[in-house]
C-alpha cells in the first residue's frame, strides 16, 4: 500500500527517492493522473503543475458569454479570478478544482446525493404531509456544519452554484411568509453580508 502527503498546492511532502522503490501509483495530488515525463497532473480541461501551484494554460471558461450581468459582475468582483492559470483561487486549503475548468466547493455534492437526502427524511417520516417534509429537510441543511465533506452545493450549468441551505431556507419560509416578503428578506440578508464583508476588507 502507498501513502502519500501533499502541500496545500499539489507538491509531495516526502516523495519516494530515486534510489528507493517508485510509486506504481499514477494518479496523485486530489485523485488527477500525473505525466511521468512532464510531471503535470491531467485535470481534464488542461495541465497543472504541482510545483509552480498554477495551471499551464488559461482557463477556458468565457464568463462574458454567460447570461445575467449578475454573475458577471460577481465574477468580476473577486480579483482571484482575473488570474486565469491560479488554482482553485489560491485558496486550496477551502476549495478544490476537479476539471479545470472552475473551482468546487468543499461541499460540493451531486444531485443524486442531494435527492437521496430527502428521500430518507421521507422515509423517516412516513405518512408526513410536504410541508412537514420541507420544514425537516430544511431543518437538516440548517444544522449541517460549514465544513469539508458536508454536501451542500451543486453545480449547474445553467445557474453556477447553488446552497441548498439556503435553497430550502427559502423555499420553507415562502410558504409561511409568501414569495415577496421571503425575498425582500432574502435581499436585505445578502446586502447587510455584503456590507460587512466590504467593510471587513478596508480593515
Known amino acids: 500500500m502507498w501513502e502519500a502527503t501533499y502541500l496545500p498546492y499539489g507538491q509531495e511532502w516526502n516523495p519516494p527517492s530515486g534510489s528507493g522503490p517508485v510509486s506504481p501509483n499514477h494518479y496523485k495530488f486530489t485523485g488527477k493522473e500525473r505525466d511521468a515525463e512532464s510531471g503535470l497532473d491531467y485535470f481534464g480541461a488542461r495541465y497543472y503543475s504541482s510545483g509552480l501551484g498554477r495551471f499551464q494554460s488559461e482557463d477556458p471558461r468565457e464568463i462574458v458569454f454567460e447570461r445575467g450581468s449578475i454573475k458577471f459582475l460577481e465574477y468580476l ?36 446525493q442531494i435527492v437521496a437526502i430527502v428521500q430518507q427524511i421521507e422515509q423517516a ?35 453556477g452554484w447553488i446552497d441548498f441551505k439556503h435553497f430550502f431556507a427559502a423555499a420553507n419560509s415562502a410558504v409561511d411568509r409568501g414569495e415577496f416578503v421571503t425575498n425582500v428578506g432574502g435581499l436585505y440578508v445578502e446586502t447587510v453580508q455584503l456590507w460587512e464583508n466590504r467593510s471587513m476588507s478596508q480593515i
Not at 488554482?87 to 476537479?98: Q, R, S
Not at 417534509?133 to 445553467?158: C, E, H, M, W
Request: aromatic letters at 12%.
Open 77 to 112: 468582483a473577486d480579483p482571484q479570478n482575473w488570474n486565469r492559470y491560479a488554482y482553485a483561487l489560491n485558496n486550496p486549503l477551502g476549495i478544490t478544482d476537479f476539471d479545470g475548468r472552475e473551482p468546487n466547493k468543499s461541499q460540493s455534492g451531486t444531485w443524486q
Open 125 to 159: 417520516n412516513p405518512g408526513a404531509s410536504p410541508r412537514h417534509i420541507l420544514s425537516k429537510v430544511d431543518q437538516y441543511f440548517r444544522n449541517r456544519a460549514d465544513s469539508p465533506g458536508a454536501t451542500r452545493f451543486v453545480y449547474t450549468k445553467g445557474n
